[in-house]
């Protein structure tokens, strides 16, 4: 005893209580995936509240000399079954919210499982063992500090906690900004209980009350064709009265309300002051008419893909190992999930992070759950390793569940990644394609100069543009890392078949009768693989060559070929009424894939190049107001951007039309001053004044510099577009010629490598070129009916056989639907 109350007196100044603001890392070990869980449990600094395995605490130590930490350990076992409960599972429920693990959504397995919890505290290195209870004995003063902060540790929220939300859920929403505001005009409209019809056409369902003037219409038209006649937004837009309820869904609990000014269902405080203004009583009103969710629910069971991708009515061998890892849904990150697997199954990211761990954890800040290097390379080695590849640790688990796995929780990597954004720092569905290009990015910033593994994606598009008045044509570059492949519907091969079933959903629908079986569009690939290549015709294009507007066509090449091709198929559009949509159809991808004939050919010796001159947007009698495309901007702002974001995007592309601007908007919509005011470059007086730009970012300067370019080009170029580092890109490439002579000149100049372009830094991005021959390696697929709602699966080429990794489940798969994946990765064949 004596000698543990020296040893604790010596280390009690580095004993502290959590306080307001600390994370204290319980759940997770910074540098892998052990747990309390795990055999040999997880150690917590007591100054610092980092948690460790048993193989990185002793190195934790050597490394910071903390000495003290709070050793957990639980041991997990199934609950003793209630013997006073019926036999035999209840009958699953029919899901009414679009959700997982919630009361009314989806079934997750039911936690059948309780803890034994070990506490003690372990001094290192003598590696001194005093359990919590063996603290009789010490001085009052000591035992009350360490008991105080043992207890603070144990009762403090966990980091990752915090981060935490167990279960997904579609019908997040939150309350309207006219909720408290609302004008409700004293026009005596009263509504009865039943009996409702649209006042524009005679739908009788899908019926939407708006609470301002009391008007009854239909709801918008699906993708599909089903819901209403869009009467309900069209009156939207005549009156701006913003909120309706769905008539059949008020109950004494609530009712669907939508915001069209928010474009978002909402929840409104005053429903029922709202209501009583058109003679409702809330509280006796009953459900008659399904919801949105429910609605959303019965469409993605209908459309089919939930079990054709998921490869459900087939028995599915599980698999275990390294490189066959499963990933516990956090809450909505499936889209997370797939898009890791698939990365950390191609070399250039294994080498780059898990190859290099040892140096990179070496290296790691004092703070390593918030480094990035040290958070991908743990979650690459624990999806690589197999260490955590294992079957569930109760084995008296439920026969249907034998092939989830326990695999990894990435909860630090997420929090991390999703820092500051203000999406994936949600629990909300996100898009998987736009968690692709951030991933993409977070480690284009944190690579600069070093070895770049996103080298395997990068390529190089060559964008034509000739001019049809001047025959004169323009050549322009750009870096891009996904190939977005249009899905031109007119060239579906079973058109009667749709047309047919499109009359038999019509007529089903008017005898209210059960849907036909659904027919999928199948669209040939090679047909979107001429609408990519296919000219496209740009209205309004200011031709330099004129000096005037002009009509343009516009080809786009590839001027060079990536290791690995990603092809993201544009199922996801706009509608005319700009309401997302999503293109329900079939494209039987090739197992090989040769896009040589997509090469460009640069500037060809029979054509004349327009000058380069940049098109004026202002006029000579307002030289300092720009001339913007007003319905372009109205458009946008109908949408929900702000009004000055959507100024910039129309200045920003030219007044070149509705599609590019929103392509502007959807690229920079993180960007921190995406909603500030429009200024422009040189200008002075009221509403435009211009300052000094500040200077150029760290992080775009050093994106640009990984690219191959130097800090001089990068800095120059950040300067002449205002710090937007797209921009900054395509401007360098436009600038190559000058950027080389400005080169050559510093060079014959006798100008130090500080000061000018070192010929041994090649001018242009750091990308691959090769072959265009590829074989199909993975594809991640999406179901349901929107990017933010529904769920993610992927399916990988391992070993000569495909793969499914469904979050926890991996499994040799049967019948991979490689016909409607989303996003799809090929890799370079060697010749």
Same mark, same amino acid.
């Given at each position: 005893?004596?000698?543990?109350?020296? =040893?604790?007196?010596?280390?009690?100044?580095?004993?502290?209580?959590?306080?307001?603001g600390?994370?204290?890392? #319980?759940?997770?070990? =910074?540098?892998?995936f052990? /747990?309390?869980?795990?055999?040999?449990?997880?150690?917590?600094c007591?100054?610092?509240?980092?948690?460790?395995?048993?193989?990185y605490?002793?190195?934790?130590y050597?490394? +910071?000399?903390?000495?003290?930490?709070?050793?957990?350990? #639980?041991?997990?076992?199934?609950?003793?079954?209630?013997?006073?409960s019926?036999?035999?599972?209840p009958?699953?429920?029919?899901?009414?919210?679009?959700?997982?693990?919630?009361? *009314?959504?989806?079934?997750?397995?039911?936690?059948?499982?309780?803890?034994?919890e070990?506490?003690?505290i372990?001094?290192?290195?003598?590696?001194?063992?005093?359990?919590?209870?063996?603290?009789?004995?010490?001085?009052?003063?000591?035992k009350?500090?360490?008991?105080?902060?043992?207890?603070?540790?144990?009762?403090?929220?966990?980091?990752?906690r915090?981060?935490?939300?167990?279960?997904w859920?579609?019908?997040?929403?939150r309350?309207s900004?006219?909720a408290?505001?609302?004008?409700?005009?004293?026009?005596?409209?009263?509504?009865p209980?039943?009996?409702?019809?649209?006042?524009?056409?005679?739908?009788?369902?899908?019926?939407?009350?708006?609470? +301002?003037?009391?008007s009854?219409?239909?709801?918008?038209r699906?993708?599909?064709?089903?819901?209403?006649?869009?009467?309900?937004?069209?009156?939207?837009?005549?009156?701006g009265?913003?909120?309706?309820?769905?008539?059949?869904t008020? /109950?004494?609990? *609530?009712?669907?309300?939508?915001?069209?000014?928010?474009?978002?269902?909402?929840?409104?405080?005053?429903?029922?002051?709202?209501?009583?203004?058109?003679?409702?009583?809330?509280?006796?009103?009953q459900?008659?008419? #399904?919801?949105m969710?429910?609605?959303?629910?019965?469409?993605?069971?209908?459309?089919?893909?939930?079990?054709?991708?998921?490869?459900?009515?087939?028995?599915?061998?599980?698999?275990?190992?390294?490189?066959? +890892?499963?990933?516990?849904?956090?809450?909505?990150?499936?889209?997370?999930?797939?898009?890791v697997?698939?990365?950390?199954?191609?070399?250039?990211?294994? $080498?780059?992070?898990?190859?290099?761990?040892?140096?990179?954890?070496?290296?790691?800040?004092?703070?390593? +759950?918030?480094?990035?290097?040290?958070?991908?390379?743990?979650?690459?080695?624990?999806?690589i390793?197999?260490?955590?590849?294992?079957p569930?640790s109760?084995?008296?688990?439920?026969?249907?569940?034998k092939?989830?796995?326990?695999?990894?929780?990435?909860?630090?990597?997420?929090?991390?990644?999703?820092?500051?954004?203000?999406?994936?720092?949600?629990?909300?569905?996100?898009?998987?394609?736009e968690?692709?290009?951030?991933?993409?990015?977070?480690?284009?910033?944190?690579?600069?100069?070093?070895?770049n593994?996103?080298?395997?994606?990068?390529?190089?598009?060559?964008?034509?543009?000739?001019?049809?008045?001047?025959?004169? %044509? #323009?050549y322009?570059q750009?870096?891009?890392?996904?190939?977005?492949?249009?899905v031109?519907?007119?060239?579906?091969?079973?058109?009667d078949?749709?047309?047919?079933?499109?009359?038999?959903?019509?007529?089903?629908?008017?005898?209210?009768q059960?849907?036909?079986?659904?027919? $999928?569009?199948?669209?040939?690939?090679?047909?979107?693989?001429?609408?990519?290549?296919?000219?496209?015709?740009?209205?309004?294009?200011?031709s330099?060559?004129?000096?005037?507007?002009s009509?343009?066509?516009?080809?786009? $090449?590839?001027a060079?070929?990536?290791?690995?091709?990603?092809?993201?198929?544009?199922?996801?559009?706009?509608?005319?009424?700009?309401?997302?949509?999503?293109?329900?159809?079939?494209?039987?991808m090739?197992d090989?894939?040769?896009?040589?004939?997509?090469?460009?050919?640069?500037?060809?010796?029979?054509?004349?190049?327009?000058?380069?001159?940049?098109?004026?947007?202002?006029?000579p009698d307002?030289?300092?107001?720009?001339?913007?495309d007003?319905?372009?901007?109205t458009?946008? %702002?109908?949408m929900?951007?702000?009004?000055d974001?959507?100024?910039?995007a129309?200045?920003?592309?030219?007044?070149?039309?509705?599609?590019?601007?929103?392509?502007?908007?959807?690229?920079?919509?993180d960007?921190?001053?995406?909603?500030?005011?429009?200024v422009?470059?040189?200008?002075?007086?009221?509403g435009?004044?211009?300052?000094?730009?500040?200077?150029?970012?760290?992080?775009?300067?050093?994106?640009?510099?990984?690219?191959?370019?130097s800090?001089?080009?990068?800095?120059k170029?950040?300067?002449?577009?205002?710090?937007?580092?797209? $921009?900054a %890109?395509?401007?360098?490439?436009?600038?190559?010629d000058?950027?080389?002579?400005e =080169?050559?000149?510093?060079?014959?100049e006798g100008?130090?490598?500080?000061?000018?372009?070192?010929?041994?830094?090649?001018?242009?991005?750091?990308?691959?070129?090769g072959?265009?021959?590829?074989?199909?390696?993975?594809?991640?697929?999406?179901?349901?009916?929107s990017t933010?709602?529904?769920?993610?699966?992927?399916?990988?080429?391992?070993?000569s056989?495909?793969?499914?990794?469904?979050?926890?489940?991996v499994?040799?798969?049967e019948?991979?639907?490689?016909?409607?994946?989303?996003?799809?990765f090929y890799q370079?064949?060697?010749s």
């Amino acid at each position: 005893m004596a000698e543990l109350s020296e =040893a604790l007196l010596s280390v009690l100044p580095s004993i502290r209580v959590p306080k307001a603001g600390d994370r204290v890392h #319980k759940d997770e070990c =910074a540098f892998s995936f052990d /747990t309390p869980e795990s055999d040999g449990g997880l150690y917590i600094c007591m100054n610092t509240f980092l948690g460790f395995g048993k193989q990185y605490v002793k190195k934790h130590y050597e490394k +910071t000399g903390q000495r003290v930490y709070l050793h957990l350990k #639980k041991t997990r076992k199934l609950k003793e079954e209630d013997t006073n409960s019926s036999s035999g599972d209840p009958p699953r429920k029919k899901p009414t919210r679009l959700a997982i693990g919630v009361e *009314g959504g989806f079934d997750i397995p039911e936690e059948k499982y309780e803890y034994d919890e070990h506490v003690k505290i372990v001094i290192l290195p003598e590696h001194l063992d005093i359990p919590r209870d063996g603290l009789d004995g010490l001085p009052d003063m000591v035992k009350d500090r360490i008991s105080s902060a043992i207890e603070a540790i144990l009762t403090a929220d966990s980091a990752s906690r915090k981060q935490e939300v167990q279960a997904w859920d579609g019908e997040v929403r939150r309350v309207s900004r006219h909720a408290f505001s609302l004008q409700q005009l004293p026009n005596g409209v009263r509504i009865p209980p039943c009996g409702w019809k649209c006042s524009k056409c005679d739908m009788r369902e899908n019926l939407w009350l708006n609470m +301002t003037d009391g008007s009854i219409l239909c709801g918008r038209r699906y993708f599909d064709g089903s819901g209403g006649n869009n009467h309900a937004v069209e009156h939207y837009r005549e009156t701006g009265y913003p909120l309706a309820v769905k008539l059949g869904t008020i /109950t004494p609990d *609530g009712a669907d309300v939508y915001s069209y000014d928010e474009d978002d269902m909402v929840l409104d405080p005053s429903l029922a002051e709202h209501l009583a203004h058109f003679g409702i009583d809330m509280l006796k009103m009953q459900k008659t008419d #399904k919801t949105m969710t429910e609605l959303e629910i019965d469409m993605n069971q209908r459309i089919g893909e939930w079990e054709l991708i998921q490869e459900s009515g087939v028995q599915l061998k599980p698999l275990f190992g390294p490189g066959y +890892t499963g990933i516990r849904n956090l809450g909505n990150s499936c889209y997370l999930n797939s898009v890791v697997q698939v990365i950390f199954s191609i070399p250039d990211f294994q $080498r780059k992070y898990v190859d290099k761990i040892e140096k990179i954890f070496q290296n790691a800040p004092s703070d390593p +759950t918030q480094d990035f290097s040290t958070q991908v390379a743990k979650l690459g080695h624990g999806l690589i390793s197999g260490e955590y590849s294992k079957p569930s640790s109760i084995g008296e688990q439920q026969q249907d569940q034998k092939d989830i796995q326990d695999g990894i929780a990435p909860r630090m990597f997420k929090s991390l990644v999703g820092k500051g954004h203000p999406e994936f720092s949600t629990n909300r569905q996100q898009d998987a394609q736009e968690f692709f290009l951030h991933f993409i990015n977070m480690v284009e910033r944190n690579c600069r100069s070093s070895e770049n593994p996103n080298e395997v994606f990068r390529f190089l598009v060559e964008e034509k543009l000739k001019c049809l008045a001047t025959e004169k %044509v #323009k050549y322009t570059q750009r870096v891009d890392y996904i190939m977005q492949l249009p899905v031109p519907m007119e060239a579906a091969l079973n058109k009667d078949e749709l047309l047919e079933y499109e009359e038999k959903k019509r007529q089903a629908e008017e005898e209210k009768q059960p849907l036909p079986e659904l027919v $999928r569009a199948k669209v040939p690939f090679s047909s979107c693989l001429e609408a990519y290549g296919a000219p496209e015709q740009v209205d309004d294009f200011w031709s330099t060559a004129l000096q005037a507007k002009s009509v343009a066509l516009k080809t786009t $090449r590839f001027a060079s070929f990536p290791d690995y091709l990603v092809i993201q198929i544009k199922k996801f559009t706009f509608g005319l009424d700009w309401v997302p949509k999503k293109l329900d159809v079939s494209i039987e991808m090739p197992d090989e894939l040769d896009i040589s004939a997509l090469r460009g050919t640069g500037l060809q010796p029979d054509e004349e190049e327009m000058p380069d001159i940049a098109p004026p947007l202002v006029t000579p009698d307002e030289p300092k107001a720009p001339m913007l495309d007003e319905s372009v901007i109205t458009q946008l %702002v109908e949408m929900g951007f702000p009004m000055d974001a959507c100024r910039k995007a129309v200045y920003y592309t030219g007044n070149s039309g509705a599609e590019a601007a929103m392509n502007w908007v959807m690229s920079h919509m993180d960007d921190p001053d995406f909603a500030n005011p429009l200024v422009l470059p040189g200008s002075s007086g009221p509403g435009s004044t211009i300052t000094c730009p500040d200077p150029p970012s760290e992080d775009s300067v050093a994106t640009i510099v990984s690219m191959g370019f130097s800090r001089d080009q990068a800095m120059k170029a950040l300067r002449a577009t205002n710090n937007s580092l797209e $921009r900054a %890109v395509d401007w360098i490439f436009s600038h190559i010629d000058d950027l080389d002579a400005e =080169a050559a000149m510093d060079i014959s100049e006798g100008r130090s490598a500080a000061e000018s372009i070192s010929e041994s830094v090649p001018v242009g991005p750091k990308v691959r070129d090769g072959p265009g021959k590829y074989q199909l390696f993975a594809f991640i697929s999406h179901m349901g009916t929107s990017t933010m709602c529904g769920h993610y699966v992927c399916h990988i080429k391992k070993d000569s056989r495909w793969v499914i990794y469904n979050d926890q489940k991996v499994c040799a798969s049967e019948k991979p639907p490689k016909d409607l994946g989303y996003i799809y990765f090929y890799q370079r064949t060697i010749s």
